[in-house]
């Protein structure tokens, strides 16, 4: 097969993601290409978990449409999958002497029965093997990497002793053997191999990438509380940030960590924080001072679904409101949203550069699926990551810190340079030696001062990517993670001779306003599709561009499929 999607699904705590996780790195070490998607309850232990892997010789886009292969863990994971079980599919199940109770039959569907509860408790006694047994029988079936596999766990449980490492051992090997001695494969699919990982290949979650992206940007001070889906970022960071002879500093809540992040960049750091929307909605007052002070600071914001709690270990992409005009007042800030795992190390990067040119605050939006996904990707080179420094004050008298320009751009000074360039960077509205001014005269120039960095920011920041060429009868317009499903959709639509073609932004806001409407003019239809409830983006391009796209908004804590798409780019044609 070219391509293979293998689900997972069970109860949270029976090792449905470190399953996965091994699936995954094992068909990374034999030289495949491969992208994840996991979901998991926000309870400790309990609740429904499933994860997915999609692996390919090819490049992949985006999670995938559906399962090739599934293998239910219990009753409830195969009754929310049923429906995904599709003529040509496989079932893996736990029968019998486990939760499913009863022999599964699905019209053109291949069932494999597999009691994987009893082989771990009864035959073993490993009460916590069930997921080894279950990975055992996968790697035998549809050839997973084997030796790979056990290599991992070797690695994994080494550190526990040879008896946890020769137990779960022990657990894989029954599983293939089950399956050897009870069924004879007659389905076609295979994972096979293409060769070994090449050397500058990494596996690396989003969330790990966006800490990655921070270091290579030159991020030294990091302050971050822990949320979910967020904290891995902060995980990585305190792995690798002292390293570096950078700071790290967990605060008692994120308008601590912003704060000690403002403060670290008045004093010439490049900093950043991260975080999920019931975080991002506690930082507006100290992004708008951020603003204010022409302050730059980096915010990677992964999205999870709301209001308040809401749903914290769910994919949904509904803060852009919130992260371009959040807050009180009139506080220009800069916007950027990663497509997949390697463009998040590179947005990350550059929004630092962003942040130090334009001297603001510069928010990344990622999400509960792009966070969680680990990818397959090409090891980033440090040396191509180049660092764009703040405008710094050189010296002299009369130093004007908010010196009004014609990019709006103005010198800094910080701590330790001469006396004489001496401000303070002050919350209230301030003339341009920093002095507090209410004038209206002033507060005009001051608050189109502050605007205009961002029309020097869009003459130069690149257009967004084209996909097809020509007048269309769809064009499809997204942010975020949905971009790859996009992608893929597009793709898909125009192999089947249908005249559809794709915009992909990065730069949301401020937004090419310029680039919309003129790939708006080669179409007859625009869709943007987007996972919340109000059409978010669809809303702000019609504010910004007078363009009135079709919405297609799903906000069941998923994100889109390419066939969902498909579907719907059919449907508006």
């Not at 029968?95 to 699905?106: L, M, Q």
Request: net charge neutral; with cysteine; proline share 5%.
């Amino acid at each position: 097969m070219s391509d293979l999607i293998i689900r997972i699904g069970g109860e949270g705590g029976e090792g449905i993601i470190s399953a996965g996780d091994m699936i995954a790195q094992a068909a990374t070490r034999s030289g495949l290409n491969v992208l994840t998607f996991k979901t998991f309850p926000a309870e400790i232990r309990g609740g429904y978990a499933m994860y997915q892997v999609r692996f390919s010789k090819d490049h992949i886009m985006s999670e995938g449409s559906g399962s090739n292969i599934f293998c239910a863990f219990n009753k409830e994971a195969l009754d929310k999958n049923r429906a995904d079980l599709r003529p040509g599919t496989v079932l893996i199940y736990d029968y019998p002497d486990g939760d499913i109770e009863e022999e599964v039959k699905i019209d053109g569907v291949t069932c494999y029965p597999l009691p994987m509860s009893r082989i771990a408790k009864k035959d073993l006694e490993m009460y916590r093997a069930k997921n080894m047994v279950a990975l055992g029988a996968l790697s035998y079936m549809f050839d997973i990497a084997l030796e790979e596999l056990k290599d991992l766990l070797r690695e994994k449980f080494g550190k526990k002793g040879e008896q946890v490492v020769a137990t779960n051992l022990k657990a894989v090997d029954a599983g293939i053997t089950y399956m050897k001695e009870h069924h004879k494969k007659t389905d076609p699919f295979k994972m096979g191999s293409a060769g070994k990982m090449a050397k500058d290949v990494i596996i690396i979650s989003g969330n790990e990438a966006a800490g990655l992206g921070a270091v290579l940007g030159g991020c030294r001070f990091f302050s971050a509380y822990p949320i979910t889906p967020a904290t891995e970022i902060a995980n990585y960071m305190s792995q690798w940030l002292p390293k570096l002879d950078g700071t790290l500093v967990q605060a008692e809540d994120e308008i601590a960590s912003l704060a000690n992040v403002l403060g670290a960049s008045y004093a010439g750091a490049r900093a950043m924080t991260s975080t999920s929307g019931p975080g991002l909605s506690l930082m507006q007052e100290l992004i708008g001072l951020a603003s204010m002070a022409e302050l730059p600071v980096v915010i990677v914001d992964v999205q999870r679904g709301g209001p308040s709690t809401g749903l914290p270990t769910k994919h949904e992409q509904s803060d852009l409101f919130m992260a371009c005009h959040g807050g009180h007042g009139d506080a220009p800030r800069i916007v950027v949203s990663p497509e997949n795992v390697a463009d998040i190390i590179k947005l990350t990067a550059e929004a630092f550069n962003l942040a130090e040119e334009y001297q603001m605050p510069v928010l990344v939006l990622s999400d509960g699926s792009l966070g969680f996904r680990t990818e397959s990707i090409t090891r980033p080179d440090p040396k191509s990551f180049k660092h764009v420094t703040r405008a710094r004050y050189t010296g002299g008298e009369g130093f004007k810190r908010y010196e009004l320009t014609k990019s709006g751009i103005s010198a800094m000074s910080q701590p330790g340079d001469d006396v004489a360039g001496s401000y303070i960077a002050t919350g209230l509205e301030h003339n341009e030696l920093s002095n507090p001014n209410f004038t209206p005269e002033n507060r005009v120039k001051m608050c189109d001062k502050r605007f205009a960095k961002l029309d020097t920011l869009l003459a130069k920041y690149p257009d967004p990517e084209l996909q097809g060429d020509g007048n269309a009868d769809v064009g499809v317009i997204s942010f975020g993670s949905t971009m790859g499903v996009s992608r893929e959709a597009v793709k898909l639509a125009r192999e089947q001779g249908l005249k559809v073609k794709a915009l992909h932004p990065r730069l949301i806001w401020p937004m090419q306003t310029k680039q919309l409407k003129a790939f708006a003019a080669t179409c007859k239809t625009i869709l943007v599709p987007e996972c919340n409830a109000q059409g978010q983006l669809a809303e702000l391009m019609r504010g910004a561009t007078g363009i009135n796209p079709v919405s297609y908004r799903l906000y069941d804590g998923l994100p889109f499929s390419p066939q969902q798409l498909l579907a719907k780019i059919k449907e508006v044609m």
